[in-house]
């Protein structure tokens, strides 16, 4: 007669877990939304298919009308650290659903990959924060000359002509004005000044996707705007 095998740890004891309060299922929740991504192969190009060969052909998947914001929420994590309270409530909603895949993973036999560690949210909120400076210029779009800034009629937000001469010539975006600070060289004109530097946090050039490596030192642009000054926004 063939034993049947004894699970180290059984799906109920996990969704359990997953639902619960305190530390240990709030760790356990976190544990399992990166796991959930770090063995799925069409997110994580680390887990090659001769890593899941090692674990049975072991891989994990979302639910199809929840697959972005389940990704979304890992990405996030694992690049700053955190979730806020309302993502944290979502996912102790969501992740119980997904107890009998974190189930098989706990009890896989075989070498496992190495278990993520989100960065100290503290860190990375603070290099987030760090600030960028990226060039603006005056260009054509169509049969239409644009300023290298322009405000809205609110003054509230401006559309910012990025220069990015690596990628596609340029990255126009309407941008807060209390998010950045705009600074012109002498005798610009300030209102559609035809060169001007923009001064972000990390976080919003990550989000407008303005390449890292063509953010200029500040002294650069200090020295490009000697006997100028920043636009007053108010």
């Given at each position: 007669?063939?034993?049947?095998?004894?699970?180290?740890?059984?799906?109920?004891?996990i969704?359990?877990?997953?639902?619960g309060?305190?530390?240990?299922?709030?760790e356990?929740?976190t544990?399992?939304?990166?796991?959930?991504?770090?063995?799925?192969p069409?997110?994580?190009?680390?887990?090659?298919?001769?890593?899941?060969?090692?674990?049975?052909g072991?891989?994990?998947?979302?639910?199809t009308?929840?697959?972005g914001?389940?990704?979304?929420?890992?990405?996030?994590?694992?690049?700053?650290?955190?979730?806020?309270?309302?993502?944290?409530?979502a996912?102790?909603?969501r992740?119980?659903?997904?107890?009998?895949?974190?189930?098989?993973l706990?009890?896989?036999?075989g070498?496992?990959?190495?278990?993520?560690?989100?960065?100290?949210?503290?860190?990375?909120?603070?290099?987030?924060?760090?600030?960028?400076?990226?060039?603006?210029?005056?260009?054509?779009?169509?049969?239409?000359?644009?300023?290298?800034?322009?405000?809205?009629?609110?003054?509230?937000?401006?559309?910012?002509?990025?220069?990015?001469?690596?990628?596609?010539g340029?990255?126009?975006?309407?941008i807060?004005?209390?998010?950045?600070?705009?600074?012109?060289?002498?005798?610009?004109?300030?209102?559609?000044?035809?060169?001007?530097?923009v001064?972000?946090?990390?976080w919003?050039?990550?989000?407008?996707?303005?390449?890292?490596?063509q953010?200029?030192p500040?002294?650069?642009?200090?020295e490009?705007?000697?006997?100028?000054?920043?636009?007053?926004?108010?």
């Amino acid at each position: 007669m063939t034993k049947r095998r004894q699970f180290r740890y059984s799906e109920d004891v996990i969704r359990q877990t997953l639902t619960g309060e305190g530390a240990k299922s709030e760790e356990l929740r976190t544990k399992g939304l990166l796991a959930l991504w770090q063995y799925n192969p069409e997110l994580n190009r680390e887990y090659t298919s001769e890593q899941q060969k090692i674990l049975g052909g072991f891989t994990t998947s979302y639910r199809t009308k929840e697959a972005g914001f389940m990704a979304n929420l890992a990405a996030q994590l694992i690049d700053k650290g955190f979730l806020t309270d309302n993502q944290k409530t979502a996912l102790t909603r969501r992740l119980p659903r997904y107890a009998d895949q974190l189930t098989e993973l706990a009890n896989l036999d075989g070498t496992k990959l190495v278990p993520l560690v989100p960065p100290n949210a503290d860190e990375a909120r603070s290099v987030g924060n760090e600030p960028l400076w990226f060039e603006a210029q005056e260009g054509t779009d169509g049969p239409f000359t644009t300023p290298a800034v322009f405000f809205a009629r609110s003054r509230s937000s401006v559309k910012v002509r990025f220069v990015l001469p690596i990628t596609t010539g340029h990255s126009s975006h309407w941008i807060a004005r209390k998010m950045i600070t705009i600074r012109v060289p002498k005798d610009e004109d300030q209102l559609n000044p035809k060169k001007a530097f923009v001064k972000m946090p990390r976080w919003m050039a990550t989000k407008y996707k303005l390449p890292e490596d063509q953010a200029l030192p500040e002294s650069q642009v200090m020295e490009a705007t000697e006997g100028g000054s920043d636009i007053d926004l108010t």
